[in-house]
């Protein structure tokens, strides 16, 4: 019982603070509705018990992205983009979008409540309530013996990235 | 109703556990407050609080009613909104920080949580917000560039500290907090002892991290005021204050269990040293024997009961602590009641290095700092990583004993720090000779 | 038991100062130990044709009152030690190098003065500093004797490293007439010339920022001036912003 | 209207990451500016590109005053100049008014004169060196600092009854004779000295983080110096080996055997080692004094009324911060004409704005410390 209900509140924060984030007119505001919103989601992952996955969530999205969201919301001077009028015009564009991808997804949710052609893929099991053996080992099992090659290529690959960007941000002292 | 209870059942000792915290911190970060302040004075020569209470005991609970009285000023410009849950993000990190962390075999709020040491480090990280929002909130130029200060310095410690206990956690090969301290339990030996320099590394990063003796720039008095809390007063400021002091208090906690044996008793397996476990009991006799002799040198009456009664108290600590040696029922509590009580000793050691630290050291510069940082901690710690993996490796494939093995790395990753410092201060050199003919052939300027 | 200065000898040698022996005014025994800076000219004696108080062509300068003793001061009084006028190599070199531009030098209790020309200040300046050796300004200040006509006396003490003597050099100036200032020379005297300007009103041509160091900027007046008076200015400001009388 | 708040800082012209400067007023009311001291600093992100110190707060117009008093009531202003060392400003005023009247103080009172400015050099430097430390972090030197100070303090206390503003001197001489355990007290005083200033430099001298936060921090070169018009501990840490006690020696200073410290580089720790060694010999000073303090009398044959004959005389001594000059003017009455105080902090004060730039805002506060000033004499 009280696993519905932490689920539905977690649901329903992620969801309300990401309408927030959108609609907030300072920038700051709208970063700590986002961080909310990852720390919701942080939140199931945790009731699928999955802790490693809530504890990267955590550390990887909150403690790390957003805390340079933030700091380059505090560093970039803000009055400029707050003048520039909001995207009017996009306001069409936007409904035809928005009606297209509701449609499409209603579509899909009541073709597998009855499609049986489709079952096997969008069939999501129910959250398993048997408690999952710790993942942490498995999880860094996967990483680092069956996919240590990509998983080397991936650092390489962000550690160009690293010296590109401290390269480029070097003051000419 | 029964499925209730029912449901209950299994949540009902950690939320009790929550409960002793959240409750107890708050006093436990003005006692710390207390003694800092009392150990401070006994460095320099004076007495330090000694008016409320005997010997200034009761001075927190002034201090504290005091910030509660004072008036809450929010500067007009503020951001209302921030300005009110900054400092609650700062003091939540702290607190949610201590569910993970193991106070005795059986006190710990979040049972078997298979993540522990990572969720310790991962929720304190959230911390930074509460400093970074509260900065920017208060919408005064001092207050920010503390704030991007403080930020900066925490974000670059942590890594250090990271890094440090990665090579905690390769000795312990588990990241459960119980795990670690049923590891140094078996092989007998700290952490410490193995990885002495990942525990210095995270001594000093674990001081930076939490603002604090030389690295306590970003609130600096005699540069930018109070750096990120400047704004912020009476009960507002008092919660930054116990997320510092609870942040220290995780700190702590974290370096006792992953170098300093948890609750261990210090050599727990050896049989001769049994007198070690009557040494709690004993030196809470002598406490509260020191309180009784006091209790005539006491200027007013009602001082005189109050530390008759702190003296009971103690009598009473040192009887549960005596009761699983002598009482029979009592026994298989002792592993509970001791572990408690050595797992606070060694917090309050590692806390009294801070304090130590605090009142001899003069304080960094920034930029010395963060080159402290980047430079030679995080460096060196990388290092004690690789060569403790190597000496691990060699220990179980090459069956190594491990004691030449660690020693060996040990000495490595002390040749590369020596190294680094060495070309630390060639480089420190040459910027002063750089600094140096760039200011001669500099014109005597006008001085305006 | 009045201090009889002749038989209490200290034990050094006369290297500290004795007191000095009173002699009349006028031409003071040679092996005088001068008081602490050492006899700023090298040569001993002033030249014995000092012809007695007549006093050369320097202007009434300093001693506005009868250049002769004043009123006979009591008895046990020590002697006064009036202005003598001073003739040594260094105004020997002053005076062929700028002529007029020295004008007058005498030595006021065994410290040398020069007054210089006001326009030719920076040169003299110059000169003292490379040539004569003078490289430390100690102080740059300015004295108001609002009954000569050119009432402002700006006086600098310098002090040389190399003979580790004092000298020092004024300048007469009158009401609205600037002084080259020296900052070019000694960079200290930036802050000095400003409080000067601060204090007295004297305007420094080639200053680099001259505004007012002590005072607020929008102060009237230069409080160090003889004529400077505080009561009618607070009556002034009373009247005029509390619109009552001032009491004083 | 755009939200004002998220505007970032009204107060702030550019943003802080545009390369053009941001201007940041540190004091009057800064913990750290040893008085009211306003300094106006550009700084280009965290170095400081020029500076401007705006003084005058702490302006009582003394000179003014000095000129509807008379000699004698003059004196107790001048302890109120320099208020940290106002034994030695006393000492200058006397000995420049003696200077004028060509009287000379007895040489007993000369030797007391000299013991007191001395102990009051030891105080100045002690208070110097734990304002100091403070400001760079080190909280503890302060206490033990004060723990000296207090004993030199007392020592004055008993001799002329006043442990800040003493007006211990007077034209002449002295007005009381030396109270009778006064070299009993200076002994003990200069023995147990020796060991705590030990004590002091055990915290700072070697410190790693110290010799980090002074080492290479606003430097002045000898040239610089000269120039500047610096003097004192400034000026002999630049390399200049100049003292006004060695040079001119006034009081009894010509008896006594001292050397005078002198650094090679210019920068704050130099100038934090020439201070600490001064120290010392003022200590050699005191106790080389209270060996044989002369009988004698202790004032010279000077009358009630002082009227010292018209003319002018400028006399200088090596206070704590430098030299302190005074230049009397009289006209014959009973009142100086003029009195023009060379105030040192003032002056080393000036090269604050050439020793600052290049620097963090964090050895602004360093520089500060390391100049030693003192408001009261600065704004007098």
Redesign the interface.
């Known amino acids: 019982m009280l696993d519905k209900a932490l689920f539905y509140f977690f649901g329903s924060l992620a969801i309300v603070s990401a309408i927030l984030v959108v609609t907030r007119r300072s920038a700051v505001h709208s970063a700590i509705f986002l961080i909310t919103a990852l720390l919701a989601t942080a939140g199931i992952f945790l009731q699928l018990h999955a802790e490693f996955l809530f504890i990267v969530q955590i550390i990887l999205y909150a403690g790390g992205i957003m805390v340079l969201f933030v700091f380059v919301i505090m560093l970039v001077n803000l009055d400029v983009m707050l003048h520039q009028v909001r995207f009017t015009r996009q306001k069409w564009v936007a409904l035809v979008l928005a009606v297209s991808l509701g449609s499409f997804a209603a579509f899909w949710i009541y073709r597998s409540g009855h499609g049986v052609a489709l079952k096997s893929v969008l069939n999501i099991p129910a959250a398993p309530t048997t408690r999952l053996e710790p993942n942490t080992e498995m999880i860094s099992q996967g990483l680092f013996h069956d996919y240590i090659l990509p998983f080397e290529l991936a650092s390489i690959l962000l550690l160009v990235a690293m010296i590109g960007a401290v390269v480029m941000a070097k003051k000419k002292v | 109703m029964h499925g209730f209870i029912e449901f209950f059942r299994p949540h009902v000792l950690p939320l009790i556990y929550a409960l002793v915290i959240v409750a107890v911190l708050p006093l436990l970060a003005g006692y710390i407050v207390l003694v800092e302040r009392k150990v401070m004075a006994d460095m320099q020569a004076r007495l330090g609080p000694m008016r409320v209470g005997p010997h200034g005991l009761l001075q927190p609970i002034a201090d504290a009613l005091k910030l509660l009285i004072k008036e809450d000023i929010i500067p007009e410009m503020a951001d209302q909104w921030i300005f009110w849950i900054a400092p609650l993000i700062s003091v939540t990190a702290a607190m949610l920080s201590m569910a993970a962390l193991a106070f005795g075999p059986a006190f710990q709020v979040a049972r078997d949580i298979n993540v522990g040491i990572l969720f310790v480090v991962g929720v304190s990280a959230l911390g930074i917000f509460g400093i970074v929002l509260g900065g920017w909130a208060s919408n005064s130029h001092y207050s920010l560039l503390g704030a991007l200060r403080s930020a900066a310095q925490l974000v670059s410690y942590e890594t250090a500290a990271g890094m440090a206990l990665v090579s905690g956690l390769l000795l312990a090969r588990t990241l459960s907090i119980r795990g670690i301290v049923e590891m140094q339990h078996a092989q007998g030996v700290w952490f410490v002892f193995l990885t002495p320099i990942a525990f210095f590394i995270y001594l000093v990063a674990s001081i930076a991290e939490t603002n604090r003796a030389p690295f306590d720039l970003p609130e600096a008095e005699s540069e930018l005021v109070a750096g990120y809390m400047t704004e912020f007063s009476g009960f507002r400021w008092s919660l930054y204050f116990l997320a510092e002091y609870a942040n220290m208090v995780v700190v702590a906690s974290v370096a006792t269990t992953l170098f300093l044996g948890g609750w261990l008793r210090p050599f727990p397996n050896v049989a001769w040293l049994w007198p070690l476990d009557h040494v709690p009991a004993l030196l809470m006799l002598l406490i509260a024997g020191y309180c009784f002799i006091r209790i005539p040198k006491q200027p007013v009456r009602i001082q005189q009961q109050f530390i008759a009664v702190v003296g009971l108290l103690c009598l009473l600590v040192a009887a549960v602590l005596a009761a699983p040696l002598f009482v029979g029922p009592a026994r298989p509590f002792m592993a509970a009641i001791h572990g408690g009580f050595w797992f606070m000793a060694k917090v309050f050691f590692y806390i009294y290095i801070f304090m130590w630290l605090r009142f001899t050291l003069p304080r960094y510069r920034f930029d010395q700092l963060m080159k402290l940082g980047w430079h030679f901690l995080i460096p060196v710690s990388v290092v004690n990583v690789m060569g403790l993996g190597l000496a691990l490796a060699l220990h179980w494939e090459k069956q190594w004993g491990l004691a030449p093995a660690l020693s060996l790395t040990t000495a490595a990753t002390l040749a590369v720090a020596l190294w680094l410092l060495w070309a630390q201060r060639e480089r420190d050199r040459s910027d002063m000779e750089a600094q140096e003919e760039r200011r001669s052939q500099g014109s005597t300027v006008h001085a305006r | 038991?009045?201090?009889d200065p002749q038989e209490k000898q200290?034990?050094?040698p006369p290297?500290?100062?004795t007191?000095?022996v009173s002699t009349p005014q006028g031409e003071p025994k040679p092996p005088v130990a001068t008081?602490?800076?050492k006899t700023v000219a090298p040569a001993a004696a002033p030249p014995p044709s000092s012809s007695g108080p007549a006093s050369p062509t320097k202007p009434a300068a300093?001693?506005?009152?009868a250049p002769a003793?004043?009123a006979a001061?009591?008895p046990?009084?020590?002697?006064?030690?009036?202005?003598v006028p001073l003739d040594n190599e260094l105004v020997k070199r002053y005076r062929t190098r700028f002529a007029d531009g020295l004008r007058a030098a005498w030595e006021?209790?065994k410290?040398a003065?020069l007054v210089v020309e006001r326009g030719r200040l920076e040169e003299i300046a110059k000169f003292t500093r490379d040539d004569e050796k003078f490289?430390?300004?100690?102080?740059l200040?300015a004295?108001?004797w609002p009954k000569r006509e050119r009432r402002f006396d700006v006086?600098l003490?310098l002090y040389s490293?190399a003979h580790?003597t004092?000298l020092?050099l004024k300048v007469h100036a009158g009401e609205n007439e600037s002084v080259p200032s020296v900052?070019g020379v000694?960079?200290?005297a930036?802050?000095?010339e400003r409080e000067v300007y601060d204090?007295f009103g004297i305007r420094f041509e080639g200053h680099?920022?001259l505004t007012?160091?002590?005072?607020?900027e929008e102060w009237q007046g230069h409080?160090?001036r003889?004529d400077y008076d505080i009561l009618t200015q607070d009556t002034a400001w009373v009247r005029e912003n509390l619109g009552i009388e001032s009491g004083q | 209207m755009p939200d004002a708040r998220t505007s970032a800082f009204p107060n702030v012209e550019t943003s802080i990451l545009g390369a053009d400067e941001i201007i940041i007023n540190m004091g009057p009311q800064h913990p750290s500016t040893h008085g009211v001291l306003r300094v106006k600093l550009k700084l280009d992100g965290e170095r400081v590109t020029g500076s401007e110190c705006i003084i005058g707060y702490l302006h009582r117009g003394v000179e003014k005053i000095a000129e509807h008093r008379t000699y004698q009531q003059f004196a107790p202003y001048v302890d109120r100049m320099d208020y940290v060392a106002a034994v030695s400003n006393g000492l200058g005023y006397c000995e420049a008014v003696e200077k004028l009247l060509n009287v000379e103080a007895p040489l007993r009172a000369r030797v007391i004169r000299t013991i007191l400015t001395e102990l009051q050099r030891i105080a100045s430097h002690l208070l110097w060196l734990g304002t100091h430390a403070l400001d760079i972090g080190a909280l503890t030197p302060l206490f033990y600092c004060f723990r000296e100070r207090e004993e030199i303090l007392k020592i004055l206390e008993k001799y002329c009854g006043a442990r800040l503003t003493t007006h211990a001197f007077r034209i002449g001489g002295l007005q009381y004779e030396a109270y009778d355990t006064l070299e009993h007290d200076v002994e003990r005083f200069c023995k147990d000295f020796a060991s705590k200033i030990e004590e002091y430099g055990t915290l700072l001298t070697e410190n790693r983080i110290w010799l980090g936060r002074t080492k290479g921090i606003g430097v002045l070169s000898a040239k610089d110096a000269i120039d500047m018009g610096a003097s004192g501990p400034v000026l002999r840490a630049s390399g200049v080996k100049w003292d006004i006690r060695k040079a001119a020696p006034y009081a009894a200073y010509d008896q006594y055997k001292f050397e005078i410290p002198v650094g090679k580089n210019g920068d704050t720790y130099d100038r934090y080692v020439v201070r600490m060694e001064e120290m010392r010999q003022s200590r050699l000073i005191c106790l080389q004094a209270i060996e044989n303090i002369p009988t004698g009398p202790i004032m010279a044959k000077v009358g009630k009324v002082l009227k010292p004959p018209p003319g002018e005389v400028y006399h200088a001594i090596e206070a704590p911060k430098g030299e302190l000059g005074y230049y009397l003017v009289s006209d014959g009455t009973v009142q100086p004409y003029r009195v023009r105080i060379r105030p040192p902090s003032f002056v080393n004060l000036q090269a604050f704005d050439k020793m600052v730039r290049g620097h963090m805002v964090a050895d602004v506060v360093a520089i500060i410390g390391t100049l030693d000033i003192v408001l009261g004499e600065v704004d007098r």
């Open positions: 038991m009045a201090d200290p034990p050094k290297a500290s100062e007191p000095a008081v602490p800076p300093p001693a506005t009152g003793k004043p001061p009591p046990p009084k020590p002697p006064a030690v009036a202005p006021d209790r410290q003065i490289d430390f300004l100690s102080d200040t004295v108001d006086v003490n490293f580790n004092r020092r900052s000694w960079s200290t930036n802050w000095l204090m680099p920022n007012r160091i002590l005072m607020p409080p160090l003889k």
